[in-house]
């Protein structure tokens, strides 16, 4: 269904085609043409249907079927308007079997941050998660936050938004005042035995075309760096470099390095342990940062990290 979908829109992109051709020449009936037509149109692709058959004219600026197409990842897209978590469905979407599912909204109404924090999404964002099934023992799992780090800085430099990453899962843009201002967070959960993980859910914030005013203090948002973003290029940017660095976890650590902003800084960070306060020298794999304190060389793998200003 979703792949003949993805055909006709394929097929009416590059000009007009008469049903019947279209019917033929996806082997299908001239009614389940015309069915998967209305269903995109539903979906807001804008498609004429004049004399010549069937065009395609505009897709829409956002949804799952807009996300998927032209899409260059193995993902399938869930979308909804509105919805309380999107890493929740992904967990459902997990306990269903499901795996390389996106799920994506405009909007959530009971988002989440790490530790039973609360995360502001108001609609305009771009709010995903991403249900992957990685033959991957469960302690690699910090690479996949990186990677959606470095997925999302990547996007958003291109879209002209000069991102940086803190460790482990802020993406941030500089205030010009010395201090910095938070795009994107990452929350990642899991489920596995001891050697083999058996899912991993990874959600990414993107503070996309929304008002600054209607976050939180200390964000920022695209429209507020940079203007408007169409939604639907950013998302498929975001999940094509995410879903090539997945493919290859090596590249991983080398691609956040020259992302980083935390690296070379004075940090504290809150560990589960104590406190860790000292220069952030390295980041090893998975997503371990070294850092030198007055007593010695300690490598943190979890904790929330704060930039200090030079001494
Ligand atoms: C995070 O937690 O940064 C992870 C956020 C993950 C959100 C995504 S959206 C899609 C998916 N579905 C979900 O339900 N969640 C994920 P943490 O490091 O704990 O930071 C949370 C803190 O960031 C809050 O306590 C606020 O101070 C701040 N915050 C809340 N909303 C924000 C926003 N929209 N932009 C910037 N900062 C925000």
Redesign the pocket.
């Known amino acids: 269904m979703q792949k003949t979908r993805h055909r006709v829109l394929d097929a009416i992109a590059d000009g007009p085609v008469p049903g019947p051709a279209l019917a033929d020449r996806l082997d299908v009936s001239r009614a389940a043409v015309w069915k998967h037509i209305e269903a995109l149109r539903d979906a807001g692709f804008s498609i004429d249907g004049g004399d010549d058959g069937y065009e395609l004219v505009s897709i829409p600026e956002f949804g799952g079927e807009a996300v998927e197409f032209g899409l260059d990842a193995p993902f399938e897209v869930e979308y909804h308007d509105t919805i309380p978590?999107?890493?929740?469905r992904a967990r459902e979407l997990a306990d269903e079997g499901r795996e390389d599912v996106v799920v994506l909204a405009d909007e959530?109404t009971?988002?989440?941050?790490?530790?039973d924090?609360?995360?502001?999404?108001p609609s305009g964002g771009i709010?995903?998660?991403i249900l992957l099934r990685p033959t991957v023992p469960p302690a690699d799992a910090p690479a996949f936050t990186l990677a959606a780090a470095v997925a999302t800085t990547r996007a958003a430099r291109e879209a002209g938004v000069d991102a940086a990453i803190k460790w482990p899962?802020?993406v941030l843009v500089a205030d010009g005042d010395g201090g910095q201002r938070?795009l994107t967070?990452?929350?990642t959960e899991m489920e596995g035995e001891a050697d083999r993980v058996s899912w991993v859910v990874v959600?990414?914030?993107i503070?996309a075309n929304v008002d600054a005013a209607d976050?939180?203090d200390?964000?920022t948002s695209l429209r507020a760096e940079n203007g408007d973003v169409n939604r639907r290029v950013f998302t498929q940017r975001v999940l094509e470099e995410f879903h090539e660095l997945r493919s290859n976890l090596d590249s991983v650590v080398p691609a956040w390095r020259d992302l980083a902003d935390t690296l070379g800084r004075r940090v504290r960070v809150d560990t589960p342990g104590g406190e860790v306060v000292g220069e952030a020298v390295d980041i090893e794999f998975p997503g371990t940062l070294v850092v030198e304190t007055d007593d010695g060389t300690v490598r943190v793998s979890a904790g929330?990290c704060e930039h200090l200003r030079p001494v």
């Open positions: 978590s999107t890493n929740d959530q009971g988002g989440r941050g790490r530790l924090r609360a995360w502001t999404a709010w995903l998660s899962n802020d938070k967070g990452i929350l959600g990414i914030g503070n976050l939180v200390g964000a929330d």
